[in-house]
């Protein structure tokens, strides 16, 4: 499997609703809810530390390409 670096806008990234991590739901709305609420004690600090310090450039982001019509 070839990887491609390169720079993608934030809102183009879905999130995936069937998260071997998580009960698989219907939709993104409902996995960003059941994403946050199983990290919710964590996710202050993490936003903290993202703004204070940025992301780290050691560790990239994988992103996997897909085509998905999204309903909310």
Known sequence: ???KKQLIKI???????ENPRFDPVKNQKLALLVM?????PKI????????KNGLNPGK????EKKMANILF
């Open 11 to 17: 809102t183009d990234l879905l999130v995936n609703s």
């Open 60 to 63: 990239p982001w994988y992103v």
């Open 36 to 40: 946050i609420e199983k990290i919710k």
């Open 44 to 51: 202050k600090s993490l936003a903290e530390d993202i703004a």
């Open 1 to 3: 499997m070839s990887h």
